[in-house]
């Protein structure tokens, strides 16, 4: 890359050592009170590692150690590391839901590199939020980043079959609910799930998430199909710290990586994956954090283009550490080569066609990546639904549903919320069958509160008992990317606001044509307009903090749910000022 080198005068971090005057001095004073010699940080690219290990964050436990290889990457290439922590986000362990958070990891990230003596970012992360929270914050901050991937664990195996984390819990737990499996078995199959260190091993959000932000251009070219407790991770990772550096030196920033050609990229990817429902969410804040106009309708077009070729659960039937060895992203690419902008630049340097140049799936491993003309399911990974219940949009991953119900009309059977829905749920009076369409309400970004992934509603078990396994399933909540079902989501405006699902009754009759790309209930628009009347809304779900501020200015899922004031163009002014 032909970039004229940057001088130490030019460095951010010179502002804060570089002086001779007494805020030089001080800086440089404490830094030695630390045994830091004032060498190592006057003139070297000073290298912020923003790292989401946590004890309780199981994907990213193995994230304290790889810093150890960023740094000696670093400090190899010239740099100086220095290690500051985020807001782990543990999808399982975190409540109300992790994407409650999102926008405060990403505040975080931006003011930790905004306030400090850094000169560019290494960011660690890898479950569902981290990445796009990251992400959002570099992206408005605008400094040089590399996003470092936590890597999705090992294959798991019980009793012969190969399961996915999250997508054989639901199965076998519909298994136990209909009394095919006993409970020791349930107990069993806990212990014999995860195998490892990393993020989930299918294809939910985090490898969706980490995938898309390889094809953004911020990740070195393979490194988020590698399994976290693959040799070869901790050896990307002291990649990583030395390429951040050359970075640096090449003031090479995400205004001048992201751009309308790699979020096409990201966009041709996610369907060929078969990717996340919530990448839906989360490529939209993203495009528009950096002034791109990113929509539904977008992401839509680009599904009808371009069908599943990853043939790995919760569509298919193969897990991460397989994909890995079929050749990766890196080989997916290839495949799709004639749907993406090969010019876009990458933090590589290089373009993303050079970064691709050779790639091939693995012989053996067809049936893994597939080719064009083979694709897993004639359905894709993604159609935007649009009706009167639905006037913004909602989304429904066919890929992962049953083809039976891609067309469907039934009653509903309405749950008022998630507490709601778990205490009728099983009850042998619910007034369900197979051919009823569940519907949950108030579980979106404001009603949830913070947009869960309830989505993916249980089956009754009265239905399970029939040996039916899918049914028409409708929310204004998000699903884990590792589940599958038809299931129809982010139904958006959601019912908290009094978006349309907040008026449907039991058994009113809804229309699902996914084809047709249409969501509709079937009730007279009078009657509507006098059911809107008498609605009330329901009192805010915080009084104060950090959810008063989440309810005050979270957008709607068509917006990627970001907060209105970060979407807003504009930088903040740089500490040097103050």
Known sequence: MDTPRRTREQLRSWRWFGTGDTRGFSHRSRMQQVGVRRE???????????????????????????????????????????????????????????????????????????SHPVDGAVLMGGCDKTTPGLLLGAISMDLPAIYLPAGPQLNGHFKGVKVGVGTHTRTYYDELRAGKISAQDWVDLEAAMCRSHGTCNTMGTASTMTSIAEVLGFCLPGATSIPADDAAHPRMAADCGERIVGMVWEDLKPSRILSAASVGNAAATYMALGG???????????????GIPLTLDDLDARAREIRVLVNLMPSGDYLMEDFYHAGGLRALLSRIEAHLDLSALTVTGRTLGENIAGARVTAGSEDIIRAADQPISDHGALAVLYGNLAPDGAVIKPAAADPALMQHVGPAVVFEDMVDMMKRIDDPALDVDENSVLVLRNAGPLGGPGFPEWGNLPIPKKVLAK??????????????????????????????????????????????????????????????????????????????????????????????????????PGTLPEPDIF
């Not at 290439?77 to 409540?95: C, H, N």
């Not at 992790?98 to 930790?112: K, P, Q, S």
């Not at 996340?276 to 950096?290: E, G, K, Y």
């Open 276 to 290: 996340s429902t919530n990448c839906a969410v989360h490529l939209i804040a993203m495009a528009r954090r950096a």
């Open 467 to 568: 040996g039916v396994r899918d049914m028409v399933r409708i929310s204004d909540a998000r699903m884990s990317g590792t589940h599958y079902g038809t299931c129809v989501l982010h139904v958006a405006p959601e019912a908290f606001i009094g978006g349309p699902l907040a008026l449907v009754r039991d058994g009113d009759v809804i229309e699902l044509d996914v084809a047709g790309r249409r969501l509709h209930l079937r009730v007279p628009d009078e009657e509507l307009e006098r059911r809107r009347a008498a609605w009330t809304a329901p009192p805010p779900r915080f009084e104060r903090g950090y959810g008063r501020m989440f309810s005050a200015h979270v957008t709607q899922a068509p917006a990627g749910c970001d907060f209105d004031f970060l979407q807003q």
């Open 40 to 114: 190592e940080v006057m003139g070297r690219p000073i290298i912020g590692i923003i790292n989401t290990w946590s004890e309780i964050s199981t994907c990213h436990l193995h994230l304290r150690e790889r810093a150890g290889n960023v740094k000696r990457g670093i400090l190899a290439a010239g740099g100086f590391p220095i290690e500051m922590p985020a807001l782990s986000l543990g999808e399982v362990m975190v409540k109300p839901t992790t994407m409650f958070y999102r926008n405060l990891l990403a505040m975080e990230c931006e003011e930790l590199l905004r």
